[in-house]
C-alpha cells in the first residue's frame, strides 16, 4: 500500500479503466489541456489522445446529452461537470433521459454513463457553487448515487463505477480532492461494489450514519467522545442510493442509538429518508429517538467566518451524541 491524495486515486481509476476498455473515454470542460478544475484529469490526454479526452463547451446539457447518446451507442462515457451546482442545467437529461431509458425500452438499451461532480462547501465558492443536491437525485429510480470518503474509495468504486451498465452519479466534495489516504500499488486490481457501506470505527454506544467528508469529521468527534468513555461506532454508507440498509440496522441493534450526520440542508434530505428507514425497520432496537446533524438552513454565507458557521463541525456530532446517550458516559441504559 502506498499514500496518495483522493485527486491522485480518480485519475488512476480513469487510466486504469480507458487502458482496460477502449470504449470509455471522458468529456468535460477544460479537462485535456487544463486537466480539469480540480486537476483529476490532468496527464490523461497525452496518454489517451484528443479522441479519448474531449474538451466541451461551457454548457452542461451539451455534456450530458453527448454522454448519454455515446452510452446508448455502445460507449462508456465519464461526463466531468465542473460542479454540481451546474447540474441543474442538465437535470432534464439526467432524470427524463439517463435514468429512464433502459426502463422505457425494456431493459433492451444499457446506459453505461458516470457523471463526476464536485460539491459541497467550505472552500467560499458562494450560494450558488456550494451545494449538495445528492438527495434530489436519489430521489430518482434508475440512478445510482455514490459520495465515497476517501482516496481508496474513490478509486474503488469509479472503476465500479464506470463499469456498471446503469448511470451513476460520482458525487466529489472539494475539500476532499487533497486528502490523503491507502491505496493499493499501481496494477494491483480491486473495486469496491457501489452497494456497500463500510464500518470506519467500531463502538458499542451510538451508531453515527454519515457520508462524504462528514465521514472524517464524525471521525473526529469518535476520537473525542472515546476520550469520555463513549464509544461510537461510525458508518460510511458509502453510497446513498442503493443504500447498505442492512449495515445500518445491524449496527443499531448492537448499540441502540443512531444519529445521522450530513453537510446538507436538514429538511426532506438524505439524513431524514435515512432516520425514516431506521424507524421503518429498527424502531424495536432504539432506545432514543435519532439525533440529526446537518449544516444550517440557509444559502451557503460567502464570508469565511458566516460559512463555517452554515457547516455542521465535530462539536455539533459530539453535542448530538451526548443528547441520546445516558448521562453517564458509556454506560447504556
Known sequence: MRTITYRD???????????????????????????GT???????????????????PLAEEV??????????????PIAELMTMNFSLLASDLIVNSAAKFRYMFGGQPTMPLVIRMPGGGGAQRGAQHSQFFESWYAHIPGLKVVMPATPYDAKGMLK????????????EHE???????????????????LDRGEIKREGRDITLVTFSRMVHICMQAA????????????LDLRCIRPIDLDLVLDSIRKTNRAVIAEEGWKYYGTGQGI???????AFDWLDAPIGHVTGKDVPMPYSKVLERAALPSHS???????????ARAGVRS
Open 316 to 326: 455539533d456530532v459530539v453535542a448530538a451524541v451526548k443528547a441520546v446517550v445516558p
Open 223 to 234: 476520537e473525542e467522545l472515546a476520550r469520555e468513555g463513549i464509544e461510537a461506532e461510525v
Open 63 to 76: 455534456i450530458i446529452g453527448t454522454a448519454v447518446g455515446s452510452a446508448l451507442g455502445g460507449l462508456r
Open 175 to 193: 475539500l476532499l480532492y487533497s486528502v490523503k489516504g491507502e491505496v493499493p500499488d499501481e496494477g494491483v486490481e480491486y473495486t469496491i461494489p
Open 160 to 171: 465500479s463505477a464506470i463499469r456498471d451498465d446503469d448511470p451513476v452519479l460520482f458525487v
Open 38 to 56: 480540480y486537476s483529476v484529469t490532468k496527464g490523461l490526454i497525452e496518454e489517451f489522445g484528443e479522441k479519448r479526452v474531449r474538451d466541451t
Open 275 to 281: 432516520a425514516a428507514l431506521i424507524y421503518e425497520y
Open 9 to 35: 486515486a480518480l485519475r488512476e481509476a480513469i487510466r486504469d479503466e480507458m487502458r482496460r476498455d477502449g470504449r470509455v473515454y471522458i468529456l468535460g470542460e477544460d479537462i485535456a489541456g487544463y486537466g
